[in-house]
């Protein structure tokens, strides 16, 4: 049997060492001003004890709490586990609920405050933290994006959750504008996307490094050489064969290679207003393939960057999972928390 033990921060009782430093002045003496004996709410500690001190330097007084307390009633430990039971998925009110089987009595908004403060935490933790390599991706999630999504960016050198956006993955300037500012600040270089047009205009427009997630791309075209091996003319089935296996073995000159096949077969003889013949579907995609194939391949030149956009993917799900629980998400506060605390692999 495996027994998995959750790190919560430790609260004493009271501390035995004084303040090195006034919160004010930076003055460094200091004159005991008197104690109280602090109720607190915590699953073990009914109360703790809270020395006053008066800095000799400005005279006046401030209270020096132990480690895991500060001026809230609840303690470090018990706002750290309210927040963990809303991030394995329970609402408010049943995390308030199994918190009053351990005799700690505290109310659902409490615990809705604690979900947001560690949200914001997490904001300004994430501000200026370096992010070379981000996933980014579209994600709809119950009650939001009927018409659209949302857009989510996951620093894919840790797999955390970065930022959420209301942005329309499908609208390269809004794209734009939303991740230019996250650009600047984390330094990011490279972006691994799906192979949607707006993520390619918009890594040109910002001068990014771009990997397509062949997950994407092999579902998509695996598809249409699926439907294509129906109805392409027989003696040019051995095309299909070599379109297969140059994504399966993503060499850097595929590119040269794809465009010589494309001069290989026929040319276009269906009129615009006409349906294309299954030999022109197969030249249109030599051709998006062998313009794209760089992007398929960044990550052979740069080793941080991934091959697939699957962390960005667990990411969302993660989000989604927590917003089944409680039939989506309320408010956009409520859905970025659910992205920045549930989206994170940790505890
Ligand atoms: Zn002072």
């Known amino acids: 049997m495996s027994i998995v033990v959750l790190k919560l921060p430790v609260v004493k009782r009271k501390r035995g060492d004084r303040p090195k430093k006034c919160p004010y002045c930076g003055g460094e003496t200091f004159q005991r001003w008197g104690q109280v004996n602090k109720p607190v709410k915590d699953m073990r500690v009914r109360n703790v004890k809270v020395y006053r001190y008066r800095c000799c330097h400005c005279g006046r007084t401030f209270r020096y709490y132990p480690e895991g307390n500060n001026r809230a009633d609840q303690t470090e430990r ?34 809705w405050r604690d979900v947001q403060n560690e949200a914001q935490q ?12 981000l996933g980014l991706d579209g994600a709809s999630v119950l009650g939001w994006g009927a018409k659209q999504g949302v857009l989510v960016a996951v620093d894919l050198g840790t797999g955390d959750p970065l930022a959420i956006g209301y942005v329309d993955e499908y609208n390269p300037q809004a794209v734009r504008r939303w991740l230019e500012p996250l650009v600047q600040q984390h330094g990011i270089t490279v972006i691994v996307t799906d192979d949607l047009f707006s993520y390619k205009l918009v890594a040109e427009k910002l001068q990014l ?31 299909l064969d070599e379109i297969r296996e140059l994504l399966e073995t993503l060499l850097p000159d595929g590119s040269k290679r794809l465009y010589a096949l494309w001069k290989q077969l026929p040319g276009r003889h269906s009129k615009l207003d006409q349906a294309r013949t299954p030999l022109e579907q197969v030249r249109d995609l030599l ?21 697939t956009n699957n962390a960005t993917e667990r990411a969302i799900g993660r989000m989604k999972m927590r917003a089944r629980t409680v039939r989506g998400y309320k408010s956009w506060s409520g859905m970025e928390a659910g992205f920045l605390l549930a989206g994170s692999q940790a505890l």
């Not at 394995?88 to 918190?99: E, P």
């Not at 051709?287 to 992007?295: A, C, I, M, Y």
Request: net charge positive; proline share 4%; aromatic share 14%.
């Open 78 to 111: 018990l706002r750290l586990f309210a927040v963990i039971l809303w991030k394995l998925g329970l609402s408010y009110r049943a995390s308030s609920l199994i918190l009053s089987g351990l005799n700690v009595l505290i109310s659902f908004m409490t615990i």
């Open 122 to 133: 997490m904001k300004r933790h994430n501000r200026w933290k370096p992010v070379r390599v």
């Open 209 to 239: 490094g771009h990997q397509v997630c062949q997950f994407h791309v092999r579902r998509w075209v695996g598809k249409t050489l699926k439907d294509l091996q129906e109805t392409v003319p027989r003696e040019w089935l051995w095309v």
């Open 287 to 307: 051709l998006r393939l062998s313009e794209h194939w760089h992007k398929y391949c960044t990550f052979q030149s740069e080793p941080i960057v991934p091959w």
